[in-house]
């Protein structure tokens, strides 16, 4: 099966494109930010210019760092209400636009702190624009939102059909002004959606082309990025690829892979992408004999061998501390055997086994 009910536009005239559909969506939008990332990717200013051409009003809220946690939605949302916004736009990477989502959901359903994971209060949400200025999440397309509880050091994600974004607004300009450190880490990020599309029990043969393409496209132009990150066409690939990675997770969920790294970014500050980065080769191994045909074909679409691709991953991925010790895996396998992502593994994954990932990982430091 392949649902998808959101319309994207990519392209570099794509936000131009979209100004029926965004007039369409109301007279005031709550604008989601981080910092800094919205301004100097251009997508700020572009998106602000073409509001007020058209006498959309529009209030920024600016307050969302990586990783957003739950208190920042909830002073989203109360922006939004006394702003007496009816359309929400998040402009960023992953963390504003997940951060949009649950503000929406949020303010239409009148959520706080205790009750933002209750999926069975979600009864309708308004409607979300998302400007990805990243190339990793896939977040635009999806319907879910990650999100931390910072007092229990807790990340967590949640899914629901009402905050597929209305609108992806995709341009690779928006991301030439990214650090190489973010091309690289989101790059990672949207490979591993890609591969999950493969591991997964959910997974969708309709989607292996798309699938192979992305996976294709970050291995060729991922390297050319981070030799020069004004090359737009290596830009628009790692777009596109991360796009694909957003479709195939929205269809066959994450898994393992991606849930494994959750304590490594809540408990270590490690980013999101490089933390199932460090895992993805541990991940394959493991998956391997669920997934072996799939695998095959994969590869010999790629025409490289296995060995290739994770030579490929070594030479990519910097040296990363992870100071794991025997009493942090034990507290976090429970997290992690619980996380929704568990549902999704080829094969049931148990506590030993994640355990034992933890343990190679911390014997290879
Ligand atoms: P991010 O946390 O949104 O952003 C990382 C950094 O990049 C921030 O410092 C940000 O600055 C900066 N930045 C963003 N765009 C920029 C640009 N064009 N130029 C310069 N700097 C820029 O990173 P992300 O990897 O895109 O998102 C990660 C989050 O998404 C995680 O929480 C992850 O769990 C979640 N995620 C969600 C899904 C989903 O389907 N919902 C899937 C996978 C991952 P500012 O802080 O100033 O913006
Ligand atoms: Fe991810």
Sequence with gaps: MFYLPTRVLFGTDALKKSKDHIKAMGTKALIVTGKAGAALSGALEETCTMLDTHGIKW?????????????????????????RCDFIIGIGGGSPIDAAKAISLAAANDLDIDTIYEANRFKQAYPIIAIPTTSGTGTEVTQYSVLTDASQKKKAGFGSELIFPRLAICDPRYTLSLPENVTLNTG???????????????????????????????????????KDPQDLFAREELMRASLYGGMTIAQAGTTLQHSIGYPLTSLFGIPHGLANGIVMRDMMELYQSAIEPELQSLFSYLGIRRQDFYAWLDELLPQTRVPLD????????????????????????SEDQVRALYHKLRERQ
């Excluded at 942090?328 to 994954?349: C, G, H, L, Q, Y």
């Design 326 to 349: 025997g009493t942090v895996i034990d507290t976090r396998v429970p997290e992690v055997m619980s996380s929704r992502n568990m549902a999704s593994n080829p094969f049931p994954v």
């Design 59 to 83: 209030k920024l809220f600016d307050q969302i760092t990586e990783n957003p946690v739950l208190e920042m939605i909830i002073s989203g949302k109360e922006s939004f209400l006394q702003e």
């Design 188 to 226: 990672i990020d949207a490979l591993s959606h890609l591969l999950e599309g493969i591991y997964s029990n959910k997974r969708e043969p309709l989607l292996y082309p798309m699938i192979h393409s992305g996976i294709g496209s970050i291995l060729r132009y991922l390297p050319t990025a981070l």
